[in-house]
């Protein structure tokens, strides 16, 4: 039979079932303002065919049975002024500077001020069988610029997919453009559907289950966005305020929009500024707390000690071995009172079948997708997300001292058909049509209930979807490589996270040892532990993690874990030369609070990336662009990892603008900005400078 074509977006009121015969009769086009300069747009059916009538249908019972009244997506009402819904005329709609116009079956974006003309739009949706549940859809975003520059788009396509990266680990440049984005979140791969582009706007395809996006190449622009199963289309757009006339330099602006629409970030907590000690397993309280004993008398400020995952007999016991971990609080006091550091315990999204609150979830109908042996956890139900919290979570973290929490493969991983091939059936829907919702439902589990007490969250994930940023999460790069290849493919990916909303970002210092890992005594891992730590020191979060090849703690007693914690790797671990360098990273890093606070607070007011591209800051500057191994952490520093074995010099391009003093000779002459130099970089230096 032959495909049906129409252009729509969701409406959950009751619907006919018959098609249109022509296209213009077909659909209807809402326009909400949402938040200064702001639109979101929904192009509706004005009918629906029996099969996907009932699919709209099934879903308007759920939402009303949670009291919501569309999908919990990235968009939210609280945080900017969100007016009345209208109907796109043939007169077209103005709010602030931006002008929304119907142009053939689709509209135009423009700005009021200048006329300048952002992109058109076709929306296309087809049935793909006479009796198929959902539509597929796609959103042809075509130009008014073609010479625009795209980015965002979340974090990935660095390695192909897998438990491990395998095969070469790609530099991903920070442009978009001519790159292909699986909307699909897996292992490796955080798609987040929002793009910023240089002519003046950003645009989040709001829709939440398969797809991809195919970017314009530089000359060409635009995008194409598709969906494998929706009840139509929506999306938000951002546009410049009539008082910036030079898009390059008012990509601050949209991204308040943006942050504006879904949720800003809170402010990062004291103790994540600083270093995060971690290892692949703290497998007993007693080797948590020596570990923090040997900090505490080197006098190093840690700020973080986390007990990694298999800390549970099996996952969805939601309770720590209690042969290992006899009190969380007497672990989680010690640590406070040892080293003033926050204790962090990790959780995996799922309960095996043998665990202890295993009948409890699926009685309660909080378990989907059979999942490692047992069963991946809903959270889309406020009654799953409150029972998870109200009786494991409280009482048994924190209450006991542990305020913070690490959401281990969030990214899909587990929940059949490969590493989240399949993703997550919910209940708000099948997962080709809403898996990417499963995610920040699962965070908000964690950190909404922190910040009703008056805390702020602090949520460490593998995965997180447009908007997550406003549930205080620091997204890490999964287990990565431990190799130089590896960390030279890291370095712009901080930048892809901030540019897509996602200002808290880390990797495993050191890489995780997954694919590739030499022997901690190796002289390969001596420099590339320090090369790693510089990175880190100049991060967002700075956290070491890993399964080192290395020797470890024995098993003592009847606290025999079913995994091993694989090697050390705390800064004594690779040396006493290492160890040297390794701790004044981490005091350095202590001293740096004081700018990170400063950071933050500019990322929860104004929604501005931590890890910034340089043109951010030099938008006059044209050299700037197409630097992906350079980036600026906030306005004030300019950092150029070592990622090459053996090197001790690298290239550094200094932006026009600005002088430049070196961050470990403040008493040498500022360097002149506009230029391009060698700069030396032995074993101890990272190339780091202040803008003066």
Known sequence: MMAVSLTLV??????????????????????????????????????????VAASQQALASKLRD???????????????????????????????????????????????????????????????????????????????????????????????????????????????????????????????????????????????????VKVGAFGVGGMNWSSDAVLGLDLWVGGLPATEAVPGASASSIYSQY??????????????????????????????????????????????????????????????????????????????????????????PEALSGSAE???????????????????????PKACRDLIWDEFLFPRYYSQGVPAYWLDETDGEGTAGGDGEHGYDTSFGPAAFGSNLWVNQWIRTFSEPVAKLGELPLVLVRGVWAGGQR????????????????????????????LSGIPYWTTDVGGYGCGFSQPNDSPYMQELIVRWYQFGLFCPVFRTH???????????????????????????????????????????????VPYLKELSANVTARGVPTMRPLWWEFPSDGSTIGISDQYMLGPKLLIAPVTVQGATRRK????????????????????EGGITRIVDAPLEIIPAYYRV
């Open 10 to 51: 969701p409406l959950l009121g009751a619907i006919g079932v018959t098609l249109s015969e022509g296209l213009e009769e077909a659909y209807v086009i809402h326009v909400i303002p949402w938040c200064d300069n702001s639109l979101r747009i929904k192009v509706a059916p004005r009918s629906l065919p029996p099969s």
């Open 66 to 212: 949670e009291s919501l009244d569309e999908l919990p997506g990235a968009l939210i009402k609280t945080e900017c002024a969100i007016g009345e819904q209208v109907t796109l005329g043939a007169s077209g709609y103005d709010h602030g500077n931006l002008r929304i116009r119907q142009e053939g079956p689709g509209f135009q974006l423009s700005a009021i001020d200048s006329g300048k003309i952002y992109f058109t739009a076709a929306p296309t949706l087809t049935l793909p069988s006479p009796t198929a549940a959902y539509l597929n859809a796609s959103l042809v975003v075509r130009p008014g610029d073609p010479s625009e520059r795209i980015y965002g788009l979340g974090q990935g396509n660095w390695t192909k997919d897998g438990g491990c990266p395998v095969g070469h680990q790609y530099i991903v440049p920070l442009e978009r453009n001519g790159q292909v984005i699986d909307l699909r979140q897996r292992k490796f791969h955080v798609s987040i559907p929002y793009a910023y582009s240089t002519a003046g706007y950003g645009l989040l395809y709001h829709q939440f289950g398969y797809g991809q």
């Open 259 to 348: 942050a504006s629409a879904t949720g800003h970030a809170p402010a990062l907590r004291e103790d994540a500024m600083r270093f995060w000690q971690s290892r692949n397993r703290y497998k007993s309280s007693a080797i948590a707390l020596s570990v923090a004993t040997r900090y505490q008398t080197l006098q190093l400020p840690v700020g973080v000690l986390v007990i990694d995952y298999k800390n549970q007999v099996h996952d969805g016991d939601f309770a720590p071995d209690p042969k290992c971990y006899p009190s969380v609080k007497n672990l989680s006091d010690g640590v406070r009172r040892l080293i003033n550091a926050t204790t962090v315990f990790s959780f995996w």
């Open 358 to 380: 295993y009948s409890r979830l699926l009685r309660e109908g909080c378990l989907i997708n059979s999942d490692l042996g047992g069963r991946a956890i809903d959270p889309t």
């Open 471 to 498: 549930h205080g999460v620091v997204l890490w790069s999964s287990d990565i490589w431990s190799s130089f290849e590896e960390l030279a493919a890291q370095v712009p990916q901080g930048v892809h996270a901030s």
């Open 546 to 592: 890993g399964c080192r090849n290395a020797a470890s703690e024995p098993d003592v007693g009847d606290c025999k874990p079913a995994q091993g914690s694989c090697g050390y790797n705390e800064v004594w671990s690779y040396g006493n030369q290492t160890q040297v360098l390794l701790e004044k990273y981490v005091r350095i890093r202590a001293t740096m």
């Open 652 to 671: 550094v391009y200094f932006p026009a603008g600005a002088q430049w003093l070196n961050f470990w000779n403040t008493s040498s002459p500022p360097l």
